[in-house]
């Protein structure tokens, strides 16, 4: 158990709904990654936030967004959600982040599996 | 962005055998990672090795930051041990490697 927690672990929606995943960092942890996993395209970074505020964007679309509460619990919204957008969606937390450099180990929930039908 | 290279992409090994999986990435780092995708999904935490040597059980890693390689050692490997081994380095995110899939057969 790595300490972060990903809910819903399964979803399966209908082209253009709206869903929304939820993180809950390691106890500690200030920085929250998202990342996407798909067949194609692998891990792919999609977005960091460092003690709620945005901190790193990649390649996170437009259709998506993500925030972190002052609890520090982080969400990723997906809207407009199209089949292509069908991925495990991981969220990770550290203990710590310079803009200079990360030396903190990142540690993995067990993921989100959404479906797009 | 900084570029993370493993190899072999692919490994299949009788039980009990060794093998070592590389990984090359394409600039200086303060952080690099390496991860066990279980047949699950599971990402799970091996090593936080930017440099040097370490051990945990039958696996083991070494990281030679001045000339961008790391090598992740499985020994007597178990049918437990397939899954995708995963390399991962930080500049301001932790990029992945394209990952090795290992079968053990029994």
């Known amino acids: 158990d790595s300490g972060v927690t990903q809910t819903p672990k399964h979803l399966i929606t209908a082209t253009g709904q709206r869903v929304t995943l939820r993180c809950s960092p390691r106890?500690?942890?200030?920085?929250v990654y998202w990342y996407q996993q798909s067949l194609d395209q692998g891990l792919q970074f999609l977005i960091q936030?460092?003690?709620?505020?945005?901190?790193a964007k990649g390649n996170i679309l437009e259709r998506f967004s993500a925030q972190q509460f002052p609890d520090l619990h982080s969400e990723l919204n997906l809207s407009s959600l199209e089949l292509g957008d069908s991925a495990l969606y991981f969220c990770?937390?550290?203990?710590?982040?310079?803009?200079?450099?990360?030396?903190?180990?990142?540690?993995f929930g067990e993921g989100s599996r959404l479906t797009v039908l | 962005g900084i570029q993370v290279e493993q190899s072999p992409p692919d490994l299949i090994l009788q039980e009990g055998a060794n093998s070592t999986l590389r990984c090359n990435f394409s600039d200086s780092v303060n952080n690099l990672q390496w991860f066990h995708q279980n047949p699950w999904g599971q990402l799970i935490n091996l090593f936080y090795i930017p440099s040097g040597t370490k051990q945990n059980g039958r696996l083991s890693a070494t990281t030679v930051a001045t000339e961008r390689y790391s090598l992740l050692y499985i020994s007597s490997s178990q049918t437990t041990d397939s899954g995708v081994y995963f390399c991962?380095?930080?500049?301001?995110?932790?990029?992945f490697g394209a990952g090795t899939t290992v079968t053990v057969r029994a």
């Open positions: 106890s500690g942890d200030l920085s």
């Open positions: 991962a380095v930080f500049d301001y995110k932790l990029s």
């Open positions: 936030y460092y003690n709620g505020e945005e901190r």
């Open positions: 990770a937390s550290s203990v710590e982040n310079s803009l200079a450099a990360n030396t903190g180990e990142l540690f």
